[in-house]
């Protein structure tokens, strides 16, 4: 007799080894997700989870976000794997700092591989089973960079605003097919892409954000459930800020 199909949902999460990206991986498998991550190495809390974990739920390959191929590769897998994908977050990044004169055009090309073409590439890929089952929801992780001028980040918060761009022409697209695109745009929160700020530049963000405190990956996480649910089904082509009032 053939296996019962697996009717839990599927999410298709970039950059799940570390961070915001962890989290959501963890989360998604909380609410009974099937679960596919791709980074460029395995961190030891991800594969203690994988060791904790139904094999047949949470999926990790070491894929290189900018290497296109194995992009499409990781998707035909994961779709051929679970005949369908209810959630895409594109969550991997990379930071980028400097002054855009001082910065070489190699870094430059790296960090929009990954913050820019990669998502673009992952959303185009996971659109093809969304589309046949006229279901889904992009979520694509911005930044209030992407909002706010700041020194030092102007490349990194021009691939934030592509990508909130991304999330209203995409939205439009496809829309009609029942699927819904969405950014979210946090503030600052604790993780290895934040660790290099200084205690300084930490207290005068406290300072200046009206809820008096710095973000937490469980802000995040809490928009992405809602997101994700039933309450959200007329929400598509927005940003939606998660920085306690900082951009306000
Ligand atoms: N932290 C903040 O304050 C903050 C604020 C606003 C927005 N965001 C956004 O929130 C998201 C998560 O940030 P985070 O702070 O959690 O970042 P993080 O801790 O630096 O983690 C980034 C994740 O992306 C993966 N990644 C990076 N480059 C990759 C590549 N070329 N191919 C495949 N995977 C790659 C990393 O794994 P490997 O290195 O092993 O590949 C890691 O799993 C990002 O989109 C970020 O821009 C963060």
């Not at 009717?7 to 990206?21: E, F």
């Not at 969304?130 to 992780?141: F, P, Q």
């Not at 097919?177 to 503030?187: E, L, Q």
Request: glycine content about 10%.
């Amino acid at each position: 007799m053939n296996d019962p199909v697996d009717q839990r949902p599927v999410a298709v999460i970039s950059g799940g080894s570390r961070g915001l990206g962890l989290a959501l991986v963890t989360d998604f498998l909380e609410r009974g997700y099937r679960v596919e991550t791709f980074s460029r190495s395995e961190s030891a809390e991800l594969a203690a989870l994988r060791e904790s974990t139904d094999p047949d739920a949470l999926f990790w390959s070491a894929v290189d976000g900018t290497d296109a191929d194995a992009v499409e590769g990781f998707v035909r897998a994961a779709a051929r794997r679970h005949r369908r994908i209810d959630v895409l977050v594109n969550n991997a990044a990379v930071g980028l700092e400097g002054l855009l004169t001082l910065t070489s055009a190699a870094a430059i090309d790296a960090a929009l591989r990954t913050n820019l073409t990669l998502p673009v590439l992952l959303t185009r890929a996971c659109l093809k089973p969304m589309l046949a089952r006229r279901d889904g929801v992009v979520i694509n992780l911005s930044s209030i960079n992407a909002l706010r001028g700041q020194t030092g980040v102007a490349v990194y918060g021009a691939a934030k605003a592509a990508l909130d761009g991304l999330t209203r022409g995409l939205a439009r697209e496809v829309g009609p097919a029942g699927i819904r695109v969405v950014s979210i745009a946090p503030g600052y929160f604790d993780s290895d892409m934040t660790s290099g700020i200084s205690p300084d530049q930490l207290r005068r963000i406290v300072r200046r954000t009206p809820l008096g405190r710095l973000g937490s990956v469980e802000d995040v996480l809490g928009t992405v459930r809602f997101l994700t649910s039933p309450s959200a089904s007329f929400i598509t082509g927005q940003t939606i800020t998660v920085d306690g009032g900082y951009t306000c």
